[in-house]
């Protein structure tokens, strides 16, 4: 892995972990217990679109468990990893197709994100009333991947594709295709 890869990994694992821990800082959205914009999830998506599909997983995760560590307990990270990984593993999926914007990748994320989060519920607590919440789930996690997808469609489309050529993200994101 090059060195500039690298550093680029950590700059977009950081800078996710910081609004990652800004948005903690508000517990609901709209009042609704559980519900959240996940703005952490706009460095996922844009790394995913900028970098390929291998970088945006080790971005998540990385992210995911070290801010477990510093800032969550294990139910956090459970239901974090669970959710990013689902998440991811649809949005590639739907991004290979090439018949969705990065809007509309970032939709089917956050849609999948809430519904792996609503499994991982279902498991811990056994018992099935925790799809009554499903309806709730589904609408926020468009809501959600809206804004998650504009701030990434911004993202991906300021990055000076010069720095990408530079780095070499450019060419290491077209073999990961």
């Known amino acids: 892995m ?8 950590g700059i977009f694992t950081a800078l996710a972990m910081i609004l990652g821990y800004i948005e903690s800082l508000f ?27 291998q970088a ?3 971005t998540a995760v990385i992210r995911i468990v070290l801010t477990g560590i510093l800032f969550g ?30 809007v509309g990748t ?28 499903l309806p709730v789930l589904l609408i926020s996690g468009a809501m959600a991947g809206v804004v998650v997808g504009v701030v990434s469609q911004e993202v ?5 594709a010069k720095i990408l050529d530079e780095s070499g993200i450019n060419s290491l994101e077209e073999s990961c295709k």
């Open 2 to 9: 090059r060195a500039n890869r690298i550093a680029y990994l």
């Open 27 to 53: 517990p609901f959205l709209g009042g609704i217990p559980g519900v959240k914009i996940g703005i952490a999830n706009s460095i996922s998506l844009s790394v995913l679109y900028l970098m390929g599909y």
């Open 56 to 58: 945006a997983f080790l």
């Open 73 to 102: 307990n294990v139910a956090s990270v459970l239901y974090s990893l669970g959710g990013a990984l689902l998440s991811l593993t649809v949005m590639i999926l739907v991004k290979k197709t090439d018949i969705f914007s990065i």
């Open 106 to 133: 970032s939709i089917a994320g956050g849609i999948s994100h809430n519904i792996a989060q609503l499994l991982i519920a279902m498991l811990l607590v056994e018992n099935l009333s925790v799809l009554y919440y």
């Open 156 to 160: 991906v489309k300021r990055i000076p």
